[in-house]
């Protein structure tokens, strides 16, 4: 952005620009434009794209001369002010991707790697904002990897870009989007994890409209008499072809093809030696006449021939003109395809007007049919610069607003949410309204991130049908619901219903709802009712949302009827509750849950239960989960009908995916679920012989009982710091060593194992692991276990030290779930310190 507020892009693969020319009509200026064919570029130069002829820069981007040439304007920008790139817009051509290529080799996976070129450079530039535009198949499609690897595309760019970036991508159809023909393809959207509390990739993609006709969009255009080119607009006139196919399509009516003419001199064919020869249909839609109340279909690089796909008008034998593309691809009436205005253009003679036509209309159609439509772009343009203009806080600002407005007060709150004086963000707003919720600790109701929830759109299901319902069993301030009303605004009806215990988050997420444009397809239900003994009468196609992290207080009848069918009658956890509640009224159950659940032995029933159904997806948030709580947070993605088949691993901290087996990550040969198991794993878990210990962990030695001094009888006491990381002994430190008077320690639980050499020391919670053999004289407090083996063992010296090796503790690292809060050393969790058969032996 510069000093002026303006914005900037840069934009690789850019034809003719006329997606781009989007963001041009909203004020951005180019930094730099990129395309491999000079005759498209010179398009671009019409339009005045960039303001320095350097700026123009044609050639293959591969190499690197043409990506230090981008670079280097870049660099010359930063001169001027622009303190980064705001966007780079990348198209790579689609050749090897398209589902109409159907000869795709590894010539073309190769050709597929352009893309891993743009990914590089938008590494390099970091911008605030990507954009990637290409066919419907897009993300699934390979490409190489400089490191010689195939991977889907999808991947690749996550695993290099989203580190910094949340990432979505989604398929639409853009004449939903604001084009006026139709148009399947995917949109990719990266945002800058600096803004990832306000702002995210679905509140920018364009907005859902319902489809145009062609009536609608060309039929007041002036009649075309054979060759004529409108008087009154240049752009309006059509190709001819042969005379002798005219008869094929004049009798057609819309929708019949010349394929359907009952007389063979009629059907599209070639005459060979004196005899008619059919030609074979391959397409459907060739030679087609179009009709007029159906919408528009998508625009081809052919469109100057019969024989292309949907070219025919619905009245005329001819083919669309340039202009009608034009609307039809949403570009504007003042695009400059050659260095002439319109106006200009109108008065040349008719020859001077064909020798135009004859120099630029098939790079003019072609261009057309490789284009993104002008409104599409446009709109995310608009969407970018308004997004970043709106007024967002943090938490810090946020927690001094709630100070200043005195919203800890309900009607206060009330007041502040529905006239928002100080203009913020919904995103703000929601955020606040968690916050001060004055019943948060008795409603555990915590504010889920925005780019969390962002995450979890991508991974949920596509709906075919005409009527979907969903439920959100915890609705608090509404965090799902901006981004449910665009995940599913193409479903022609969605019954959506709310439910929440406390009245007054039921009122607050009404207030929010004003603020919010609820789409025309949803139907809202609110229900103030506790979702436990809230008696469901349907079935629902999706349940979402973030439940309540605390503990259940009080068992009433209604609620022991209630959960008399879960599987787990251990757990007291209201979100595992709510996970089983879900998992019988709905299809499918997308919950964010604390990691815990995947481990601990409290929700041990509750993983047999899940190892009956699809575990579809595993997002892992770590602490990213919500805003100022150090929990650890996943979002369980499972289909309860389905039986299980592979599950898809993602690591927000860690920006990395697998998808391997259920049942392999499930697999009851281990205490809980691994979901990071690999190879790797695997050949550590075949040298050792687990749940050889058990584990005893101090809960009594405090600072109150502790002194820094030794004075009189007593005992060390030895805390996770004071084992080596080599596991070859303990060392003391000046400053951080206490010591307990033996009077006291002899009262303790953990007095047992003093001066007993047949157990073992490890640190608690650590990713580094090291055992050390019990010394005299010391006592662990709780920041060491205790491992007592389950019968007589001497852990040999390599032994002890391999638990201090580089693959052990990444071995471990993996069998705690990479997991940063909650690894505490437990009766579960100690099976993993394995002993090695050759130890055994």
């Known amino acids: 952005m510069l000093k002026d507020k303006s914005m900037t892009y840069v934009t690789l693969f850019s034809s003719a620009g006329v997606g781009c020319h989007g963001f041009q009509m909203e004020g951005y200026r180019c930094i730099a434009t990129n395309e491999i064919i000079e005759r498209r570029m010179q398009v671009q130069r019409c339009n005045h794209k960039c303001e320095y002829d350097s700026g123009y820069i044609v050639g293959d981007i591969t190499s690197d001369v043409i990506k230090q040439r981008i670079y280097s304007e870049i660099r010359k920008w930063k001169h001027k002010g622009n303190d980064r790139v705001d966007v780079i817009i990348a198209t790579p051509p689609c050749q090897g991707i398209s589902v109409i290529n159907h000869k795709k080799n590894d010539k073309e996976i190769n050709r597929n790697s352009l893309v891993v070129e743009s990914v590089e450079i938008i590494r390099q530039i970091n911008p605030r904002f990507f954009i990637f535009e290409n066919v419907m198949a897009f993300q699934k499609t390979l490409c190489i990897t400089p490191d010689g690897r195939t991977v889907p595309i999808g991947e690749y760019v996550r695993e290099v870009l989203g580190k910094d970036y949340v990432i979505s991508g989604r398929i639409l159809n853009f004449m939903n989007y604001g084009s006026n023909s139709s148009r399947t393809r995917t949109l990719m959207i990266g945002v800058d994890k600096a803004y990832r509390n306000n702002i995210t990739p679905y509140d920018l993609y364009p907005e859902f409209r319902p489809e145009k006709t062609l ?115 949403t570009i504007p009436d003042d695009f400059r395809w050659v260095d002439m205005s319109l106006e200009e253009l109108n008065a040349l003679s008719n020859e001077e007007k064909r020798d135009v036509y004859k120099s630029h209309e098939m790079n003019i159609r072609q261009c057309l049919g490789e284009a993104v439509p002008t409104e599409i772009m446009r709109q995310l343009a608009a969407a970018i610069r308004n997004k970043l203009a709106q007024k967002r806080c943090e938490s810090i600002e946020i927690n001094r607003i709630i100070a200043d407005y005195h919203l800890d007060n309900r009607e206060n709150l009330r007041t502040f949410l529905r006239d928002n004086p100080m203009e913020l963000d919904v995103a703000s707003l929601m955020r606040i309204t968690e916050l001060c919720n004055a019943r948060r600790e008795k409603n555990a109701a915590f504010y889920t991130n925005k780019f969390i929830v962002n995450e979890i759109m991508g991974s949920l299901p596509t709906f075919s049908k005409d009527e979907i319902r969903i439920l959100e069993p915890s609705v608090g301030a509404g965090s799902f619901i901006p981004f449910l009303f665009r995940r599913y605004e193409n479903v022609p009806h969605v019954i959506l219903d709310v439910v929440d215990i406390d009245p007054d988050s039921i009122e607050t997420f009404d207030i929010m709802l004003e603020k919010l444009d609820i789409p025309q397809n949803f139907t809202i239900n609110r229900i103030c009712q506790d979702f ?20 259940l207080k009080e068992r009433t009848p209604e609620i022991e009827l209630s959960l008399a069918s879960n599987a787990n009658h251990v757990t007291n956890n209201l979100s595992e509750m709510f996970l089983e509640k879900c998992i019988r009224c ?48 996943m979002c369980l993605i499972v289909y309860p009908k389905m039986k299980p088949q592979e599950t ?10 697998s998808v391997r087996e259920q049942s392999y990550l499930t697999d009851k040969r281990f205490p809980y679920f691994i979901i990071y198991r690999d190879e790797d794993f695997d050949a550590v878990a075949d040298k050792l012989i687990f749940n050889v210990f058990s584990v005893f962990r101090d809960r009594q030695i405090t600072k109150s009982i502790t002194s820094s001094e030794r004075a009189g009888p007593s005992l060390w006491v030895i805390k996770a710091k004071n084992i080596d990381d080599d596991g070859q002994g303990i060392t003391h430190i000046p400053g951080y060593d206490v010591y307990l008077p033996e009077e006291i320690a002899v009262t303790l639980s953990a007095y ?90």
């Open 215 to 329: 009536r609608e969009v060309i039929y007041d255009f002036p009649r075309l008499e054979w060759g004529e080119i409108c008087v009154d607009d240049f752009y309006h006139a059509f190709r001819t072809y042969k005379s002798e196919m005219r008869e094929w399509i004049h009798d057609l009516k819309e929708g019949e093809s010349a394929f359907d003419n009952d007389s063979p001199e009629k059907r599209p064919h070639r005459v060979v030696n004196g005899q008619i020869v059919e030609n074979i249909r391959k397409n459907r839609d060739k030679y087609t006449r179009q009709p007029w109340d159906r919408f528009i279909q998508c625009v081809h690089t052919r469109n100057d021939q019969l024989a292309a796909q949907n070219t025919i008008h619905p009245e005329q034998d001819r083919v669309y003109s340039i202009r009608e593309l034009m609307v039809m691809m």
């Open 532 to 551: 436990l003994t809230y008696r469901t009468i349907h079935r629902y196609d999706l349940a979402v949302g973030n439940p309540p992290f605390s503990k």
């Open 586 to 633: 709905s299809d499918c159950v997308a919950l964010v849950l604390n990691k815990t659940l995947l481990s601990t032995e409290e929700f041990e029933d509750t993983r047999n239960l899940l190892r009956q159904m699809r575990i579809e997806t595993i997002i892992d948030f770590g602490r990213y989960g919500f805003t100022g709580v150090s929990i650890e947070t």
């Open 648 to 657: 898809s691993v993602y690591s927000m901290k860690f920006n990395r995916k």
């Open 752 to 841: 047992q194992y003093v001066d007993d050499s047949s157990v073992y020391l490890t640190p608690n919670m650590t990713y580094n692991p090291r055992v050390i053999e019990n010394l005299p004289g010391i006592i662990p407090d709780g920041s060491v276990a205790v491992l007592i083996p389950k019968k007589p063992l001497r852990l040999t010296k390599r032994q002890r030290a391999y638990f201090s090796t580089e693959e052990y503790r990444r071995f471990y690292g993996i069998a705690r779930n990479l997991s940063t809060q909650s690894i505490n050393v437990d009766k579960t969790s100690v099976f993993f310190y394995g002993v090695l058969k050759e130890n055994d032996k």
